[in-house]
């Protein structure tokens, strides 16, 4: 049982690139987040999705896009990389009254 | 707008010894609340909750305290060990664990 998976673990972008972060569990959780941390600042919300092909904004989403076509994934992409998306990026699903967390992305743009 | 703030980014304290870890709202319609821990390249584990119904939920060496009329939440951990080193988040939230707004987080460092 691996919980929430991310991939990748670390990656450096130039500025201007384009990838995705992918978000796999298998806890059948309806509920999957995306969120940003930096330094001061904890844990903010970029994205999330109640659902099977829905998703909505949360504090953060200016510059990323996210999609969930199956339940179990959740992708978060960059479109075009700027210096201010380095961060460590974290997955999350909940369940009633708790979140889960993957162990992370350590993106760089350089 | 931080709707929940720790304002102590970092606490050290004697192996043995109390660990208090505080956290403010502002979000009146706030109804549960979390602590997560938080070790060096890992995601943030489970710690402990409570619900705006109680006041006090305890677990183990874990307490945490909710004040509402303060909009204050204090995490006790009693006896300290050296293992409790590592970033406390806490969160909050409208109906469970949903959408969860954290705070900046207390690295705390307990030492021998």
């Known amino acids: 049982n691996a919980g929430v998976t991310q991939t990748p673990k670390f990656r450096v972008l130039k500025t201007g690139q384009s990838m995705t972060l992918l978000c796999a569990q298998d806890?059948?959780?309806?509920?999957m987040y995306w969120y940003r941390q930096d330094p001061g600042m904890g844990l903010r919300l970029i994205h999330y999705s109640v659902g099977e092909g829905t998703t909505a904004k949360g504090e953060v989403p200016d510059g990323y896009n996210v999609s969930r076509l199956k339940k179990q994934n959740f992708l978060l992409g960059l479109e075009s990389a700027a210096p201010s998306q380095t961060s460590v990026y974290f997955c999350?699903?909940?369940?009633?009254?708790?979140?889960?967390f993957g162990q992370g992305t350590r993106l760089t743009v350089v | 707008d931080q709707q929940v703030k720790q304002n102590s980014p970092s606490l050290s304290v004697q192996e043995g010894r109390i660990s208090i870890l505080n956290c403010d709202y502002t979000?009146?319609?706030?109804?549960?609340f979390l602590w997560y821990k938080k070790y060096p390249a890992e995601g943030p584990t489970f710690l402990i909750s409570?619900?705006?119904?109680?006041d006090k939920n305890e677990d183990g060496r874990f307490t945490v305290f909710l004040n509402k009329s303060a909009k204050h939440l204090s995490l006790h951990i009693v006896p300290s060990q050296p293992g409790d080193s590592a970033v406390y988040f806490c969160?909050?939230?409208?109906?469970?664990?949903?959408?969860?707004?954290f705070g900046q987080g207390t690295r705390l460092t307990i030492n021998p």
């Open positions: 969160a909050a939230s409208i109906q469970g664990a949903q959408k969860l707004v």
């Open positions: 806890m059948n959780h309806e509920y």
């Open positions: 979000n009146s319609m706030f109804d549960y």
């Open positions: 409570i619900s705006s119904i109680k």
């Open positions: 999350a699903t909940t369940q009633g009254t708790e979140a889960f």
